[in-house]
């Protein structure tokens, strides 16, 4: 038997990815065939990073942030110690078609960087020719924000289609003075805010590029701004009375974590925070400077273009991300990089919009198609690379207990069963162990967690409940037991062992105590 010549192999790939690129780019710029094209795409990028995530992080389990947003969805409110409510009622409608399981959260986390690049690409649509638009799309999937980090689904990463739609919008309002465009701008910016409060700069930097723009008094004389703030007063007024019947809860949280640093440390964490994101989109900028090999005046006209519309556009970029490190000086409050996930909408308009840059003989076909093979070559590369991650990334000791939740859920279900013949519906201790175990369990129980609204001690004498310690945390049984009172709960350690990727891993034990209902 003949066996394949790898260099006549890669030679062939190497023949076919021309013609790959040039039918991909094609379809993409046929507008009879684009929205096609790029649904196919998305659907593609989505379907291989999920894979990727489900491999590469299975030996690490969900995250903390993720199971915690399961928690939240299973009480829903109009609001939460921490954070808005959006994203639990995001997690509650999707897990009610899907099971819980780590695909099908790394699927709904890639579905919402996906749905930003489906606005990205309709907004690109008002200031780039065919070309600069795929080549913006495919530079930001580039971006660790829209794949790497956006399978750790959080309010960041539901802010992200939320501040596309939101930009789009309200751009095509201040343009148009469009009722419908105002309403949606209105509508966007509210829900938003009901992302993550971070929304707040996104809103203040649109505020700010109209107010800059010379057709701002045309704006204001219109019934535009009007339409979107009445739209958006209406539509986050429920929330607003939540936290003033809720003391700002959340706002005092988040001072009490991220408020009242010195000076000096508010500095750097601001500083950090415009040279980690300018980091993160650092290899699409390279790659135009290379492409494009731009003057400085093109440079220029990259940051402040001339011309009133790129230039409203810049400001609506430039607003959300400058704004937050002023805010953060102003009032002594830490930020992070990873904060700007939502503000490289505009990103591909400033690259690629300039009049220099727009020029068939500046930025070419072929460097679309470059572009489009790397975007393409990424989540690839990481997929076959994801064993090799999960297993580099395995602990040696005990697993974390997020990689032993769906059996410790099983385990619990199954002791209180035993016990008692009613669902299980609150389960309280360590909040590492009883996030998992409240997230994979059947009976969809409730979290007995600070930020949960919490059962009155009537409904959970009734209900009964279990709580979760690590068997030796001495301060968790001490509470738990506590908790537990007197009257005939029943406590139980089971020890979790399992093997991941052909190694079994030490086990880990847990004091499970089953407090009974009591009528």
């Known amino acids: 038997m003949r066996l394949p010549?790898?260099?006549?192999?890669?030679?062939?790939?190497?023949?076919?990815?021309?013609?790959?690129?040039?039918?991909?780019?094609?379809?993409?710029?046929?507008?009879?065939?684009?929205n096609g094209a790029l649904l196919l795409t998305l659907a593609a990028y989505v379907l291989v990073w999920t894979v990727y995530g489900t491999i590469a992080k299975g030996t690490q389990g969900l995250h903390?942030?993720?199971?915690?947003?399961?928690?939240?969805?299973?009480?829903?409110?109009?609001?939460?110690?921490?954070h808005?409510?959006?994203?639990?009622?995001?997690?509650?409608?999707?897990?009610?078609i899907f099971p819980v399981a780590e695909w099908s959260y790394y699927l709904l986390a890639m579905t919402m960087p996906a749905l930003a690049l489906w606005i990205v690409w309709h907004l690109s649509a008002d200031?780039?020719?065919?070309?600069?638009?795929?080549?913006?799309?495919?530079?930001?999937?580039?971006?660790?924000?829209?794949?790497?980090?956006?399978?750790?689904?959080?309010v960041n990463t539901v802010l992200m289609p939320l501040a596309a739609a939101t930009t789009l919008w309200f751009l095509r309002s201040v343009r148009t003075r469009s009722a419908l465009y105002a309403a949606?701008?209105?509508?966007?910016?509210?829900?938003?805010?009901?992302?993550?409060?971070?929304?707040?700069?996104?809103?203040?930097?649109?505020?700010?590029?109209?107010?800059?723009?010379?057709?701002?008094?045309?704006?204001?004389?219109?019934t535009a701004p009007w339409i979107t703030i009445i739209t958006g007063f209406v539509v986050l007024l429920p929330h607003v009375v939540w936290l003033r019947n809720n003391n700002f809860a959340p706002f005092t949280y988040a001072m009490s974590i991220h408020g009242d640093k010195p000076f000096i440390d508010t500095l750097i964490a601001a500083l950090g925070y415009l040279a980690g994101s300018i980091g993160y989109v650092a290899l699409p900028v390279i790659l135009v400077l290379i492409?494009?090999?731009?003057?400085?005046?093109?440079?220029?006209?990259?940051?402040?273009?001339?011309?009133?519309?790129?230039?409203?556009?810049?400001?609506?970029?430039?607003?959300?991300?400058?704004?937050?490190?002023?805010?953060?000086?102003?009032?002594?409050?830490?930020?992070?990089?990873?904060?700007?996930?939502?503000?490289?909408?505009?990103?591909?308009?400033?690259?690629?919009?300039?009049?220099?840059?727009?020029?068939?003989?500046?930025?070419?076909?072929?460097?679309?198609?470059?572009?489009?093979?790397?975007a393409a070559a990424l989540p690839l590369v990481m997929l076959i690379v994801s064993p090799a991650i999960a297993i580099m990334t395995r602990r040696d000791g005990p697993p974390p207990p997020?990689?032993?939740?769906?059996?410790?859920?099983?385990?619990?279900?199954?002791?209180w069963h035993e016990a008692i013949p009613a669902p299980l519906r609150y389960v309280g201790g360590d909040g590492d162990i009883l996030l998992g175990v409240v997230a994979y369990a059947t009976d969809r129980p409730h979290a007995l967690l600070t930020?949960?609204?919490?059962?009155?001690?009537?409904?959970?004498?009734?209900?009964?409940?279990?709580?979760?310690?690590?068997?030796?945390?001495?301060?968790?049984?001490?509470?738990?037991?506590?908790?537990?009172g007197s009257g005939g709960s029943r406590t139980t350690q089971t020890a979790i062992s399992q093997k991941s990727w052909g190694k079994v891993l030490p086990a880990r034990s847990y004091t499970v105590i089953i407090v009974p209902p009591r009528l």
């Open 84 to 96: 808005p409510p959006l994203a639990a009622a995001v997690a509650w409608a999707w897990f009610s």
């Open 5 to 34: 010549n790898p260099m006549t192999a890669t030679g062939r790939l190497r023949d076919a990815l021309p013609g790959f690129s040039r039918r991909w780019r094609d379809a993409l710029a046929d507008p009879k065939r684009a």
């Open 291 to 374: 492409a494009a090999r731009p003057s400085r005046a093109t440079l220029k006209e990259m940051i402040w273009p001339a011309d009133t519309e790129r230039r409203l556009a810049a400001a609506a970029f430039w607003g959300p991300f400058l704004l937050p490190a002023a805010g953060a000086l102003v009032s002594g409050t830490e930020i992070t990089s990873l904060w700007s996930m939502s503000a490289w909408t505009l990103l591909p308009v400033l690259l690629l919009s300039p009049p220099a840059i727009a020029s068939a003989t500046t930025w070419r076909e072929r460097d679309t198609r470059r572009v489009l093979l790397l």
């Open 451 to 484: 930020g949960i609204s919490e059962p009155g001690e009537v409904e959970l004498r009734r209900a009964g409940m279990v709580l979760l310690c690590f068997t030796g945390d001495a301060p968790c049984l001490n509470a738990a037991t506590k908790a537990a």
């Open 127 to 154: 200031y780039l020719d065919a070309d600069k638009r795929i080549a913006g799309l495919a530079l930001l999937m580039l971006v660790p924000f829209f794949n790497f980090h956006a399978l750790k689904f959080n």
């Open 402 to 415: 997020a990689v032993q939740s769906p059996l410790l859920a099983v385990e619990v279900e199954r002791l």
């Open 184 to 222: 949606l701008a209105g509508i966007g910016a509210a829900g938003s805010m009901l992302g993550k409060y971070w929304s707040i700069f996104l809103l203040a930097g649109l505020v700010t590029a109209v107010l800059a723009d010379r057709r701002r008094a045309a704006y204001f004389k219109s």
């Open 64 to 82: 903390f942030d993720m199971l915690e947003v399961i928690a939240w969805s299973r009480d829903l409110s109009l609001g939460y110690l921490k």
